[in-house]
């Protein structure tokens, strides 16, 4: 299996343009989560899927944050209107449904930079 | 309160020392804890997954786990300057939904 696969790895947009992330899970796997890492605030849970449904969308900053799942292979996140306080990796990670959670697999990461 | 704490660090330790890095969650119904390992640029790795009170051990790693405490932790024995990561601990749980929070992450130096 190639993973959990992100695009695009870089970024590099300008404050108030649109962006659009994109993710493919492991296949099989039934949770899609989002997650935000900056050196002040950690890695922060944005969003998460099960079976392509959002269960908890708590995490999103504002307004200006949005993600879909429209099918098992496919999810997006996007920013509109950018500011450069989103500028972050963002990664995405898949799981099997195993009661106890099991181990989260990360794709390599979508590097944004908002100028 | 936040749902995960760990230090910051960074904790520095001598190579061939032991590593000991500590991690609190304040949600009683968490029942599963991961450790993950992320190195500068990359993307978390899980090392170590525990469920049940008591220790738990893979070769160098050895992952502790008191619910009562609500307490977990990781030591590193032999620390190699390989180790030098940053750790994170995350919390799993199923009554929210199947929820996973990380803490901050706890960074650790081994220095040759």
């Known amino acids: 299996d190639a993973g959990v696969i992100q695009s695009p790895r870089h970024e590099v947009t300008e404050m108030g343009q649109e962006v659009t992330l994109r993710c493919k899970p492991i296949?099989?796997?039934?949770?899609l989560f989002w997650y935000r890492q900056t050196m002040m605030r950690g890695l922060e849970l944005l969003i998460y899927?099960?079976?392509?449904?959002?269960?908890?969308d708590s995490g999103m900053p504002e307004d200006r944050f949005s993600a879909k799942m429209p099918n098992a292979s496919f999810s997006t996140l996007k920013i509109q209107p950018s500011e450069p306080r989103d500028s972050a990796v963002y990664f995405c990670?898949?799981?099997?449904?195993?009661?106890?959670?099991?181990?989260?697999?990360f794709g390599e990461g979508s590097r944004l930079t908002v100028l | 309160q936040k749902e995960v704490e760990q230090n910051s660090g960074p904790l520095s330790v001598p190579e061939g020392a032991i590593a000991s890095l500590n991690c609190t969650y304040s949600?009683?119904?968490?029942?599963?804890f991961f450790w993950y390992r992320q190195y500068s640029g990359k993307s978390p790795e899980l090392i170590m997954s525990?469920?049940?009170?008591g220790d738990k051990e893979d070769g160098r790693f050895t992952a502790q786990l008191n619910k009562a405490s609500q307490y977990v932790s990781l030591l590193i024995r032999d620390s190699q300057p390989s180790d030098s990561a940053t750790y994170l601990c995350?919390?799993?749980?199923?009554?929210?939904?199947?929820?996973?929070?990380f803490g901050g992450g706890t960074r650790v130096l081994v220095k040759p």
């Open positions: 990670a898949s799981r099997p449904g195993l009661v106890l959670g099991g181990e989260l697999f």
């Open positions: 296949s099989g796997h039934d949770y």
């Open positions: 899927f099960n079976n392509n449904v959002p269960i908890d």
């Open positions: 949600d009683r119904g968490s029942q599963s």
């Open positions: 525990i469920y049940s009170n």
């Open positions: 995350a919390v799993n749980t199923w009554a929210a939904g199947n929820k996973l929070t």
